[in-house]
């Protein structure tokens, strides 16, 4: 290849990752396929409480229930959103980086994700569902402004689609519970 060509689409591509960083999108995808030997289908995955913002939902007066898809979703969100060490009854459920991989960036974002994708994986309670793990990424709510979004892409047994579970940060949860009793308490 020419040098005179090859420069400028380096300088380029650059400056496009420069801009989607500026906006807050990153993205982080396995050097290695990071594949795993799944056992379970989703259809599998026991029930769960249903969850709203970490609050229990009732229906017709009971407790509202998931199960599958939906309960397997709602049980990573929690695995993501707990720092590890912080139940005392599991001191190793839990991630690492719960808050900060919300803000970090390029390198130090992409260490994070690797990190995340190989603790996802290697969780007992995960490890039986998820056959591969294809990329995490972040974005805003919206693209000036917004609250980040992490969303993790994976196949999981039993499903023929990708699965995505989108997360939000959870002191940015915190917060808006918070301004809600809050504003509760004033009315």
């Known amino acids: ?80 959103s707990i720092t590890i060490g912080e139940l005392c009854y599991a001191p190793d459920y839990g991630c690492e980086f719960v808050d900060s991989i919300f803000y970090a960036r390029n390198k130090e974002f992409k260490r994070q994700c690797e990190h995340l994708a190989r603790v996802i994986v290697e969780n007992n309670t995960f490890r039986e569902y998820i056959e591969e793990v294809y990329a995490i990424s972040r974005k805003k709510e919206h693209w000036l402004y917004g609250k980040p979004i992490l969303c993790v892409e994976f196949k999981v ?4 689609n990708t699965l995505a579970v989108k997360l939000l940060n959870v002191n940015d949860l915190l917060k808006k519970r918070q301004k809600r009793k809050k504003h509760e308490a004033k009315v």
Request: glycine share 8%.
């Open 1 to 80: 290849m020419d040098f005179k060509v090859v420069l400028p689409l380096a300088l380029l591509v650059g400056f496009i990752e420069w801009i989607k960083g500026l906006f807050g999108f990153y993205t982080w995808e396995p050097k290695n396929r990071m594949t795993n030997t799944a056992t379970k289908s989703i259809k599998t995955y026991p029930k769960d409480l249903k969850l709203k913002d970490g609050d229990i939902c009732l229906e017709n007066g009971d407790l509202a229930l998931v199960s599958g898809e939906e309960a397997f979703k709602q049980h990573l969100q929690s695995f993501i």
């Open 157 to 160: 047994k039993g499903l023929p």
